[in-house]
């Protein structure tokens, strides 16, 4: 027998095609033997015929075995996981037969490299699809290797390359801020503290304060970097460890922010539905996927807060909303499902935000913020143009009662050649929650982490 190729599973391994064989009587020049490694994602028995499905990756290919092959002891105890390799020739599968790639590899030689366990044992009896989530996410190292958590880390990688390449037509500089950090960005109260060789250190909140720092360095600039906050409520939303897309804008105006954004996502979403794979996960798991039509609806939060009098929506307190209320999760979720298309909410009171936004020029009692609202999820932006003059800055740490002197490297931006800028953080997984239609950000972590869960 000739020495078989080894191939990938993949549509895009030129072997694929090129080691076709259509039929007996029509075998093509260079024909060879080929050779194929994964794990058994089906075995199904027909007759004498043993179908085993094996899968690298996304990627699958079905094999067929017959004849003695299909009698041994290995082929007919052979269960689900259990890492293989097969030799054999490629074939185009009988007209009215589907299979992966429309090929099927019909073995004259498997080997097995590693076998799964059955019974009790077996992954899908360990973890059943549709299995109770907290013992899903207790193993949640077999649970990625079902279908559809695999589809969303997928379109999660190419969710994040389509950022990274949309950054680079931008001429946005990627850096990567420190996680381990002495000053806070959004708040007390979600600060993860700890020991840093006997001094208070926090895990990062936001990568913002160190992206302005770059902004005479680099230029625009943005980073993929993680987020902490401590939560304490368990909520679809709310993670302790989220992966953080965060940009800066120098010399900009609030209006430039708002076209960046709407440009972004996009953008952002065309890549992401140009590649076949993400493509399909899409359209599998989230059906009625539209894409967002520009220009996103504008809101400022003050109409917000009549739109939620006019129809009765009540604050947390249980009454009606006022100007200066937070819109809590449950009234914004009313307000997207409602409006059903992506909102820009902008210009929130100044006593509800953070400490370093600019004030609105026509408005001293808001500012130049933005939160980018969805359907399904909510917020999955908050941004702002940035206060930049010095004087001002120090009111803002004084109204939140924060002590400047360990932000003395954030202030000194205001010294040395302070500009108009601004900027924005986009949270992954609300983001891919959104895209794929997730009941919880949860599903979109590769191990999620929040209150009550470190592990696995
Ligand atoms: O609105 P946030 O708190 O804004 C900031 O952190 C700014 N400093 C970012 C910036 O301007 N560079 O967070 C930004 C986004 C939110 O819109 C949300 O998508 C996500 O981060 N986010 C969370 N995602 C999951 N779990 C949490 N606990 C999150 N908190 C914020």
Redesign the pocket.
């Known amino acids: 027998l000739p020495k078989p190729v080894r191939i990938a599973l993949a549509a895009t391994d030129p072997a694929i095609i090129g080691q076709l064989r259509k039929s007996q009587d029509d075998p093509q020049d260079g024909v060879s033997r080929v050779r194929i490694q994964g794990r058994v994602q089906r075995v199904a028995k027909q007759g004498g015929l043993i179908f085993v499905t094996l899968r690298r990756g996304l990627d699958q290919m079905q094999c067929l075995l017959s004849g003695n092959l299909s009698k041994t002891y290995d082929a007919l105890t052979l269960t689900r996981e259990t890492a293989m390799e097969i030799t054999g020739e490629l074939w185009e599968v009988p007209s009215g037969a589907h299979a992966p790639l429309d090929r099927e590899l019909r073995a004259d030689y498997f080997s097995i490299i590693a076998k799964a366990p059955g019974g009790d044992e077996a992954l899908t009896t360990r973890v059943p699809p549709d299995g109770d989530v907290q013992t899903l996410l207790n193993l949640r190292h077999l649970t990625l290797r079902h279908e559809k958590p695999a589809a969303i880390m997928f379109v999660r990688h190419v969710l994040e390359t389509s950022f990274n390449t949309v950054y680079k037509e931008l001429g946005c500089t990627k850096v990567s801020p420190p996680a381990l950090v002495q000053t806070q960005?959004?708040g007390g109260a979600?600060l993860f503290k700890l020991d840093y060789y006997d001094e208070t250190a926090y895990l990062t909140?936001?990568?913002?304060l160190y992206?302005e720092t770059v902004l005479p360095v680099l230029g625009d600039v943005y980073c993929i970097e993680k987020?902490f906050?401590a939560?304490k409520s368990l909520t679809r939303?709310?993670?302790?460890e989220?992966t953080?897309i965060?940009a800066?804008l120098d010399f900009i105006q609030f209006d430039d922010l708002l076209s960046h954004l709407e440009h972004v996502i996009c953008r952002v979403i065309d890549l992401i539905l140009e590649n076949p794979t993400a493509a399909e996960a899409i359209r599998r798991f989230n059906p009625e996927f539209i894409k967002p039509s520009r220009p996103f609806l504008r809101m400022r939060y003050a109409e917000a807060i009549d739109w939620l009098r006019e129809r009765g929506i009540l604050n947390e307190e249980g009454s009606d909303h006022v100007f200066g209320d937070d819109i809590a999760e449950a009234a914004e979720r009313k307000m997207t499902d409602e409006l059903n298309r992506p909102v820009f909410l902008t210009h929130f009171p100044t006593e509800i935000k953070?400490f370093y936004m600019l004030k609105a020029e026509d408005d001293q009692r808001v500012t130049e913020s933005v939160?980018i609202l969805m359907p399904g999820v909510g917020?999955?932006?908050?941004?702002?143009m940035r206060t930049w003059d010095y004087d001002e800055l120090l009111v803002g740490y004084k109204r939140e009662g924060i002590d400047p002197t360990s932000y003395f490297w954030y202030t000194d931006q205001r010294k040395y050649g302070s500009t108009p800028h601004g900027?924005?953080?986009?949270?992954t997984?609300?983001?891919l929650a959104w895209l794929m239609k997730l009941w919880t950000?949860r599903e979109a972590c590769l191990y999620p982490r929040y209150m009550g869960r470190c592990t696995p």
């Open positions: 960005v959004e979600t909140q936001s990568s913002q992206l987020s906050r939560e939303r709310h993670l302790s989220y953080h965060e800066e953070s939160d917020e999955i932006v908050g941004g702002s900027g924005y953080g986009l949270g997984e609300r983001f950000v």
